[in-house]
T-cell receptor, first 115, second 109 residues
């Protein structure tokens, strides 16, 4: 185990539903990340939170909304998703971000299916 | 923008043999870090090896080593004495933001 947990592990939702993904890290890290992993595509960085700074990939649709209430918890709120949003969503954490590219610790991911 | 390209979607190696996974990247920066991550089936992604661009010496971690060619912007991973447990998706990453599409490695007994 890497010290990063994600719930739920699997999620099936309709296009009109609202759901949230949760990530928790027990490593004392200062940065947390959301990635989207689709088959045969590069891992896509969606959002970064680091010491109250938030950075987002401008290509991520607004139907994905992140929330980081503290340095240990990260959420991804989902609403009115599309079938193409079906993917594995990975959470990661690291000691810091951008100053020095630190090793990232990944969670097991949430397999999301949008029907 | 920095892009990372892994040109081998799938690779296969016989147990105990050596295999090399390719990665190229595009950047205008002179100082950066490169990583190889391993994602076993249904398991969490973990770091395999890390290389700092200003270091000319290639990084090595037990059976894993890299061939870092800064001028060519190439960063390949060599796995020696392959084991069944090496079967996984391998991702090359530039700094902590850019990942390639991955290479699926199969190890044949």
């Amino acid at each position: 185990e890497t010290g990063v947990t994600q719930t739920p592990r699997h999620l099936v939702m309709g296009m009109t539903n609202k759901k949230s993904l949760k990530c928790e890290q027990h490593l004392g890290h200062n940065a947390m990340y959301w990635y989207k992993q689709s088959a045969k595509k590069p891992l896509e960085l969606m959002f970064v939170y680091s010491l109250e700074e938030r950075v987002e990939n401008n290509s991520v649709p607004s139907r994905f909304s992140p929330e980081c209430p503290n340095s240990s918890h990260l959420f991804l709120h989902l609403h009115t998703l599309q079938p193409e949003d079906s993917a594995l969503y990975l959470c990661a954490s690291s000691q810091g971000w951008r100053v020095v590219p630190y090793e990232q610790y990944f969670g097991p991911g949430t397999r999301l299916t949008v029907t | 923008a920095q892009t990372v390209t892994q040109s081998q979607p799938e690779m296969s190696v016989q147990e105990a043999e050596t295999v090399t996974l390719s990665c190229t990247y595009d950047t205008s920066e002179s100082d950066y870090y490169l990583f190889w991550y391993k994602q076993p089936p249904s398991r969490q992604m973990i770091l395999v090896i890390r290389q700092e661009a200003y270091k000319q010496q290639n990084a090595t971690e037990n059976r894993f080593s890299v061939n870092f060619q800064k001028a060519a912007k190439s960063f390949s991973l060599k796995i020696s004495d392959s084991q069944l447990g090496d079967a996984a998706m391998y991702f090359c990453a530039y700094n902590d933001m850019r990942f390639g599409a991955g290479t699926r490695l199969t190890v044949k007994p």
